[in-house]
């Protein structure tokens, strides 16, 4: 469980975003003021930000800005219904570790939020064991409870990224930026596509299912038992 | 004091500025051509004084008294000033009493007062004169009358004058003319800004048949009003765009909500209209945030983020990326990446347009063609090409296809939204964009990156 301070002006949006993220476990105050967020921040660090930018008293950038320079190393996500790619790099300049463009799908707000909030394992870890997964980045191969797993070099990365992150909802747009290091919308499930062969491999008939959907938004990796 | 207009103030300030400057211009001639004159007259004097004294040199001393004379009766306007004195000073023939004194080193010719004795009704008269000593001992006194040369000076100054004053009458009146010509230009273009930002961007600046620098500058204000003008309908089209292609589904969608309430017995049937309706909330969500993409490519502002990009790299991504999706429509994806030099761009705008031809290719190709993904280096740069084996873009639809919502094909899934996309990406690139005569091959052509 992670404290969580969501400062939004929408009452709406905050309701919803505040529910979502409690239903997947976590505490979260809301402001709907920057002066009100100063304010509270005098009681300690929460553990993640979610800001949105337009806010009756100022640019939620600012806010960040002010408690980077007071010395907070909080993770800030930044939301806003400014979409423009240049927002979002003005965004992650003034200290926001991720910026989430408005509208967007609650699932893909609660994965960027669990991104944050988890830091995956070492990556500089050559092998990776989870569950009955065994995988061997350095000579390019895995195996699931010794059954070896015929693995393209995309579907090792795929299947590692996935891996090192147990429990998370992991999104397409994640995967695209993290796995193939592009930032944007295909316009066509090529991402599902992917997962779905890798899912084919990595769960064979019988075998409990370690790649999960969720909502045709996201994945989520299962370690059994 | 001050008229209130800054219209009729730019006309005085403009009227005055020019009348002022035809008047110091008169005024400065003026100044040159009677500096000149006097000059000219008193050079005139002193040669006629000097020949006086030349020819009294050489005539005999018995003989000078008789010329003397002769010379006097000649000056019909009595305005020379003749004598001889002897050594010592006294008179012995002229036209005036007595002898003036010459100031001291001074130069040969100079202005005195002398007492004129054969001027009726006059004392004392101002002249210019010369003293000359003469061989055998006399001395010459030569000169004129200035009286007579100060009128003539002086009716030429009148004239000066009296055609001065027509010149600044011209002066100020062409100034106030020209200086309201100038207010009027720079006010019809005021109100005609005034007019476009009361809405009407119809309007223009007229541009006469024979144009001047100012018709020149009229002329591109109108350039930058078509500009506006057809920025302002492209966003008016965006909008009008929008509203037509969301309202359609956005009255299914609540049919289809409407209906399940009423139709829905359980949960799980709820859950499937809920569902439903999500999926297609996300295929409108879809559509606005590629039309905002759109608009903002189409604003050219992130070129200030570009880096050097390796196009080989980037189609081979997409090929990557796509592969799974081509077999599983029976299509092979053939992708042939020669290495080539480094373009200016953004490689995530870049996968994607390449991603949209892909994506078009594989869709619109036929089953079980092939999709070639080619990237070749060419004299003018960098050409990414892809191919199917299907009949393309009939070369009278390729501008309709370029523009956002228009579909080739009514048969196929899809809002008609990537090519328009594809376009704004290479528009903002500066590349170059190109559908092959025959076949089915786009190409996108990166200029080579100045180094």
Not at chain 1, 15 to 22: H, K, N, P, Q, V
Not at chain 2, 275 to 289: N, R, T
Not at chain 2, 332 to 342: E, F, G, K, N, S
Not at chain 2, 381 to 390: C, L
Request: net charge negative; with cysteine; hydrophobic share 45%.
């Amino acid at each position: 469980m992670a404290h969580i301070r969501l400062i939004e002006d929408d009452r709406g949006t905050a309701d919803e975003i505040a529910l979502e993220l409690r239903r997947n476990g976590h505490l979260v105050t809301h402001y709907p003021l920057i002066g009100d967020a100063l304010e509270a921040a005098r009681d300690g660090e929460p553990d993640l930000l979610i800001v949105d930018r337009q806010l009756p008293d100022g640019e939620g950038l600012d806010l960040i800005a002010r408690l980077r320079a007071a010395g907070s190393r909080t993770p800030a996500l930044v939301l806003s219904a400014l979409g423009s790619l240049d927002d979002r790099v003005r965004g992650l300049r003034a200290g926001g570790d991720d910026y989430l463009p408005k509208p967007f799908a609650l699932v893909e707000l609660v994965a960027r939020v669990e991104a944050l909030l988890r830091r995956p394992s070492d990556p500089r870890e050559t092998r990776l064991i989870v569950g009955p997964l065994d995988l061997d980045l350095l000579a390019g191969s895995a195996t699931r409870a010794g059954r070896a797993l015929d693995l393209l070099p995309r579907e090792l990365k795929l299947l590692e990224y996935l891996a090192r992150r147990p429990g998370q909802i992991v999104t397409r747009s994640l995967l695209l930026r993290d796995v193939w290091g592009y930032t944007f919308e295909p316009n066509s499930n090529v991402v599902d596509v992917h997962i779905g062969r890798l899912r084919r491999k990595v769960d064979a008939e019988g075998e409990a299912p370690m790649i999960r959907n969720v909502r045709g938004q996201g994945y989520v990796f299962d370690v059994p038992g | 004091m001050f008229p209130a207009d800054p219209r009729a103030r730019a006309t005085l300030r403009w009227g005055g500025a020019i009348a002022a400057l035809m008047i110091v211009q008169s005024l400065v001639a003026a100044a040159i051509f009677w500096a000149l004159l006097n000059a000219s007259h008193a050079r005139d004097l002193e040669q006629s004084m000097a020949s006086d004294c030349r020819f009294f040199a050489l005539t005999p001393i018995g003989e000078r008294t008789e010329e003397l004379r002769e010379m006097l009766t000649r000056d019909i306007h009595r305005e020379r000033f003749l004598a001889l004195f002897d050594a010592s000073g006294r008179l012995i023939d002229g036209n005036i009493a007595d002898r003036p004194v010459a100031p001291a080193g001074g130069s040969r010719a100079f202005t005195t007062t002398l007492t004129p004795t054969e001027l009726p009704g006059k004392q004392r008269d101002v002249a210019r004169v010369t003293l000359c000593p003469l061989p055998g001992g006399q001395q010459l006194l030569t000169g004129f009358d200035l009286d007579d040369a100060e009128e003539a000076l002086r009716i030429a100054e009148h004239a000066l004058l009296i055609g001065l004053l027509p010149g600044f009458a011209l002066a100020i009146g062409f100034g106030l003319i020209a200086g309201r010509r100038a207010a009027r230009q720079v006010d019809a273009v005021r109100q005609v800004t005034e007019r476009v930002v009361a809405g009407n961007l119809a309007e223009r600046l007229p541009i006469s048949h024979r144009p001047d620098s100012f018709d020149l500058l009229s002329s591109h204000i109108n350039t930058m009003l078509d500009r506006l003008q057809s920025l302002v309908a492209d966003v008016r089209a965006v909008g009008d765009d929008i509203a037509h292609q969301l309202r359609t589904p956005l009255t299914r969608l609540r049919a289809r909500i409407e209906r399940g309430m009423r139709e829905a017995d359980d949960a799980r049937e709820f859950q499937a209209v809920a569902d439903a309706a999500l999926v297609e909330i996300d295929q409108l969500l879809g559509i606005v945030a590629a039309l905002l993409r759109i608009r903002e490519l189409e604003d050219h502002e992130r070129r200030s983020r570009f880096a050097p990009v390796d196009l080989a790299q980037v189609a081979a991504d997409a090929c990557d990326l796509y592969r799974p999706t081509a077999e599983d429509r029976g299509v092979r994806l053939h992708c042939a990446i020669t290495p080539v030099t480094m373009v200016e761009g953004d490689a995530s705008l870049l996968i994607e347009a390449i991603a949209n031809l892909l994506d078009n290719a594989i869709k619109f190709g036929p089953k079980g063609g092939c999709v070639t993904v080619t990237t070749r280096q060419s004299g003018d740069g960098v050409i990414v090409t892809v191919a199917d084996e299907g009949a393309g873009i009939p070369p009278g639809e390729r501008d309709l296809v370029m523009q956002r919502f228009y579909r080739g094909r009514r048969d196929c899934h899809g809002v008609g939204l990537g090519l328009s996309l594809v376009r704004a990406i290479v528009d903002m690139h500066r590349f170059t964009l190109r559908f092959a005569d025959h076949g089915s091959a786009v190409s996108l052509i990166a200029p080579a990156m100045l180094t």
